[in-house]
């Protein structure tokens, strides 16, 4: 099983744990705010439970249809899911709001806020694991349901702060107040993954610092006088690259050349990860178009 598949069923048993508790807590307490987060909880489970239905389907080999893989399908969902969590925090911000306006506000206990203090521990846990795997396999569906369950915690937070507040400084307004602090800042970072959805959608290309290495590595042979043509784009977890090498030597055996092609090849893919790498030979230079052959005979 691989390690998307394996953080996916961890959080879905976290959310049913999640919802045990607060469910339990709800029926001792009748807390308003217990009870909204456990909504929240089982919300979360959904999420989960079909973060691991795209992973999967992601995962699928490629066939005579989709010759790339089914890996687009996780990014598909995971912009879903932002939108899910940026609308879901505009929704706060209006009925806090609306508390504001009419004098609504919460009330609780202690054993509220000890629900919420182990809430949160729990949470906490399962958004540096989440964050840690989503960053070892470049998943957009774990960096969402990451963010997910961050906003989970910061809600159980200012749950805690909302009823401490009430309860020593009989400062109600605290609530909705907070809670619209809180929707903005995850309204903030949602906009992150609608980002990287945008930047996937449009090709856009690999880190700097990934480029500057793959030209020095093309440099570092001294049986290429130059390199052209360099171009990369990232899509999902994948980095696609591709550039022409020229060597000094035009009647150079194909053989050597295709070995040195191989060894920049491995080079690359062990510095970037899910790196798909083309190399074309050249045995001159062909990046201009007057010397390049291709376009002469086109133009015949």
């Given at each position: 099983?691989?390690?998307?598949?394996?953080?996916?069923?961890?959080?879905?048993?976290?959310?049913?744990?999640?919802?045990?508790?607060?469910?339990?807590?709800?029926?001792?307490?009748?807390?308003?705010?217990?009870?909204?987060?456990?909504?929240?909880?089982?919300?979360?489970?959904?999420v989960?439970?079909?973060?691991?239905?795209?992973?999967?389907?992601?995962?699928?080999?490629?066939?005579?249809?989709?010759?790339?893989?089914?890996w687009?399908?996780?990014?598909?969902?995971?912009?879903?899911?932002?939108?899910?969590?940026?609308?879901?925090?505009?929704?706060?911000?209006?009925?806090?709001?609306?508390?504001?306006?009419?004098?609504?506000?919460?009330?609780?206990?202690?054993?509220?806020?000890?629900?919420?203090?182990?809430?949160?521990?729990?949470?906490?846990?399962?958004?540096?694991?989440?964050?840690?795997?989503s960053?070892?396999?470049?998943?957009?569906?774990?960096?969402a349901?990451?963010?997910?369950?961050?906003?989970?915690?910061?809600?159980?937070?200012w749950?805690i702060?909302?009823?401490?507040?009430?309860?020593?400084?009989?400062?109600?307004?605290?609530?909705?107040?907070?809670?619209?602090?809180?929707?903005?800042?995850?309204?903030?970072?949602?906009l992150?993954?609608?980002q990287?959805?945008?930047?996937?959608?449009?090709?856009h290309?690999?880190?700097?610092?990934?480029?500057?290495?793959?030209?020095?590595?093309?440099?570092?042979?001294?049986?290429?006088?130059?390199?052209?043509?360099?171009?990369?784009?990232?899509?999902?977890?994948?980095?696609?690259?591709?550039?022409?090498?020229?060597?000094?030597?035009?009647?150079?055996?194909?053989?050597?050349?295709?070995?040195?092609?191989?060894?920049?090849?491995?080079?690359?893919?062990?510095?970037?990860?899910?790196?798909?790498?083309?190399?074309?030979?050249?045995?001159?230079?062909?990046?201009?178009?007057?010397?390049?052959?291709?376009v002469?005979?086109?133009?015949?």
């Open positions: 099983m691989s390690q998307e598949k394996k953080a996916v069923i961890i959080a879905s048993i976290t959310a049913i744990i999640l919802i045990i508790i607060k469910g339990t807590a709800w029926i001792l307490t009748w807390s308003m705010a217990i009870i909204t987060s456990a909504i929240d909880s089982a919300m979360d489970f959904f989960s439970l079909m973060n691991f239905l795209a992973i999967r389907k992601s995962e699928e080999p490629h066939d005579e249809d989709h010759n790339y893989w089914h687009k399908i996780e990014w598909f969902w995971a912009i879903f899911e932002g939108l899910v969590i940026f609308l879901s925090w505009i929704a706060v911000i209006y009925f806090s709001i609306q508390k504001i306006i009419n004098h609504e506000y919460i009330h609780g206990n202690y054993e509220s806020i000890l629900v919420m203090i182990i809430s949160i521990l729990i949470t906490f846990a399962l958004v540096i694991y989440l964050s840690k795997i960053k070892l396999t470049w998943s957009l569906v774990l960096k349901d990451s963010l997910h369950y961050k906003s989970d915690l910061y809600t159980n937070l749950i702060i909302s009823l401490i507040i009430l309860k020593v400084f009989n400062l109600p307004i605290i609530d909705p107040i907070i809670s619209i602090i809180i929707a903005l800042y995850i309204m903030y970072w949602s992150e993954i609608l990287e959805w945008y930047k996937m959608l449009m090709d290309a690999i880190d700097e610092e990934y480029v500057e290495f793959i030209k020095n590595t093309i440099n570092s042979f001294k049986e290429i006088s130059s390199y052209h043509f360099l171009k990369t784009r990232q899509s999902g977890k994948n980095n696609f690259i591709e550039f022409h090498i020229v060597f000094w030597d035009p009647n150079i055996l194909l053989k050597l050349a295709h070995i040195i092609g191989d060894k920049i090849e491995l080079k690359i893919m062990e510095q970037i990860p899910n790196a798909h790498i083309i190399i074309h030979l050249d045995y001159f230079d062909d990046s201009s178009e007057i010397n390049n052959p291709k002469l005979v086109n133009n015949k």
